[in-house]
């Protein structure tokens, strides 16, 4: 429908220019609703496609080999469950022992692990290491200077109130028994 049409059936010219707005109006609300209906048409057209795909994937599986394959990834993150385990409880005697060497204030702990039997070495609950004690006795008994002096260093004591060691009774005394005047001249 247009403008010439409108006229030839005896409308206004104004009242058709109103009409033919309002109809285009009409016919652009059409158009979008139109062209939102096609846009979910392909979405939804590509997403049975997309099904119909994943279905036939589906029969193609191997029932058996997905549960071989889950199996083999349990048995695995067990495996790396273990593992993480084993690093933690390494990291754990390795804090300890360098605690330990801290506390018996050994001066260089590189040289004193040497010396010490680690696999004779266990850790407890606590985080205690146990059989630590009997060996670093013995280590600090043969190689004693892997070791901090745990004695106190020697203190220097300062002269008191300065007064002389030969005071003026002893001059005296020393003067009388060399038969000498007790007076200075």
Request: hydrophobic share 40%; no cysteine.
């Amino acid at each position: 429908m247009n403008k010439k049409e409108l006229i030839a059936l005896g409308i206004d010219a104004d009242v058709a220019d109103q009409i033919i707005i309002l109809h285009g109006k009409d016919i652009e609300s059409h158009k979008t609703q139109l062209t939102t209906l096609q846009g979910t048409l392909d979405t939804v057209n590509a997403q049975l496609t997309e099904a119909g795909t994943t279905i036939e994937g589906f029969k193609k599986l191997d029932v058996d080999g997905i549960q071989k394959a889950a199996n083999d990834y349990k048995a695995q993150a067990e495996q790396a469950k273990l593992d993480a385990d084993k690093q933690i409880a390494e990291l754990r005697f390795e804090h300890a022992l360098d605690g330990a060497l801290s506390e018996a204030k050994a001066r260089n702990p590189k040289a004193v692990r040497a010396l010490l039997k680690t696999d004779d070495l266990k850790l407890d609950a606590d985080g205690k290491l146990i059989g630590f004690t009997e060996q670093i006795a013995k280590v600090k008994a043969d190689n004693d200077f892997l070791f901090t002096d745990e004695t106190e260093a020697p203190r220097i004591v300062l002269g008191g109130n300065n007064q002389p060691v030969i005071t003026d009774a002893v001059v005296a005394a020393a003067r009388k028994a060399a038969q000498l005047p007790t007076t200075a001249p």
